[in-house]
């Protein structure tokens, strides 16, 4: 029964084949079938060598960076590594995913922040990465997210505001600034009558004053001193164009051959020194330094780090002796038991301390501002 089945649709075939006649007209042209799901269109004509990602034009392809064997156009393995070691990258910072304290903290809120979006708490976090300072898939390079100026507010009455516009460091300090404190000191206050109350054991303008120090504003300052002196240099030259890139973010060759790597020091690391295996002194990046301090060979440049720390130590000491601070720094302020500054203006000892110790450069940021606000608040804690 199969095989007469078979014969008759092979004979049906041959029958139909030929009876067909010539091909007539061609028809009126079809409705538009129903579009695919987007993804990634080929080059045509108009847009050679473009391709679209993510709804944005863009010259990148995957494997611009996405090698399979060695990236030599951008190197983002090696810089991914670097990162891991930096503490952007190994630190804890990222647990602080509130509302509040994400846009800084967290990749995700900062960019949220940066396009101008409210910032959520930030269920799934991660720390500030690639994605936070970049966005290639929608630019196709790695440019910045964000250069623009940034205001560094002050935490002193009768004090403006300030500006940090020091080019791709403003993206550093876009997070690398200072929050306002509460009461804030006045330097006017300083009648014996004139007090100031402070109750919050983290009365300081938080870890972000490094964009205040580099460009010599924020610490309070006392009528009495005499001079108040910026290190202009530090914010002038490469500097004014790279900011706070031009000294932490060098990509560098070894130091000691088969030591100190770009992972260790530089580049994504940020990280200006590192002691390197069977070694005891550390490794600098001093290049910057070099183009204007063309014999240094440490950051304790005339011995200006040592000066700071000695007198860093000592108004440590004489905070220590009046109750303000413990030996680990915390202050010890409380609501039951607040800090009660006689005449207010003393009050800017304490902010001063606080400041200059997150700054963490131990004085190099802006080496002649930083030692006289120290060495005028050690003269204002002795009275």
């Known amino acids: 029964m199969k095989k007469l089945a078979t014969i008759v649709l092979i004979a049906l075939a041959f029958s139909l084949n030929a009876c067909k006649g010539p091909e007539g007209p061609a028809g009126p042209q079809g409705l538009a079938g129903k579009d695919g ?39 983002v393995a090696g810089k991914v590594k670097q990162w891991e070691n930096s503490t952007h990258g190994n630190g804890t910072a990222w647990s602080e995913y509130s509302s509040g304290c994400a846009e800084c903290h967290t990749t995700e809120a900062y960019q949220l922040k940066q396009a101008g979006k409210p910032v959520t708490n930030i269920l799934n976090p991660t720390p500030p990465g690639c994605f936070a300072c970049h966005k290639p898939h929608s630019t196709g390079d790695f440019s910045l997210r964000t250069t623009t100026p940034v205001a560094l507010p002050a935490s002193i009455v009768g004090v403006a505001d300030a500006t940090f516009d020091l080019g791709k460091g403003n993206l550093c300090a876009s997070c690398h600034r200072p929050r306002t404190i509460s009461p804030m000191p006045d330097p006017t206050k300083t009648g014996a009558t004139d007090s100031l109350v402070v109750t ?25 001193a005499a001079t108040y002196t910026k290190t202009a240099a530090h914010s002038s030259g490469v500097i004014k164009t790279d900011g706070c890139v031009a000294c932490h973010m060098e990509n560098v060759s ?27 002194t550390p490794a600098q990046l001093l290049t ?40 680990d720094n ?43 606000i120290v060495r005028a608040s050690i003269v204002e804690a002795r009275k």
């Not at 045509?44 to 060598?49: K, M, P």
């Not at 070894?254 to 295996?277: D, L, N, R, S």
């Open 254 to 280: 070894p130091i000691t051959p088969g030591q100190a790597y770009g992972a260790q020091i530089g580049g994504h690391t940020m990280k200006m020194e590192f002691v390197a295996h069977g070694s005891t």
């Open 288 to 327: 910057t330094c070099k183009t204007c301090h063309t014999s240094i060979t440490k950051f304790d440049y005339n011995g200006k780090q040592t000066a700071f720390q000695a007198n860093m130590d000592t108004l440590k000491s004489l905070l220590v002796a009046k109750g303000w601070i413990d030996n």
């Open 330 to 372: 915390g202050i010890l302020a409380t609501s039951a038991k607040p800090i009660v500054f006689k005449p207010a203006a003393r009050a800017g000892i304490l902010m001063n301390y606080m400041t200059l110790l997150h700054d963490g450069s131990n004085g190099v940021h802006n080496p002649a501002y930083m030692n006289d």
């Open 200 to 224: 919050n054991n983290r009365w300081y303008t938080h870890y972000g004053v490094q964009s205040q120090m580099l460009t010599g504003v924020g610490a309070f300052q006392f009528t009495t």
């Open 37 to 75: 799901k987007d993804g990634l269109n080929g080059k045509d004509g108009a847009n050679a060598g473009f391709v679209y990602f993510d709804g944005f034009k863009t010259d990148l392809k995957c494997a611009t960076c996405h090698t399979p064997d060695i990236d030599t156009t951008f190197f």
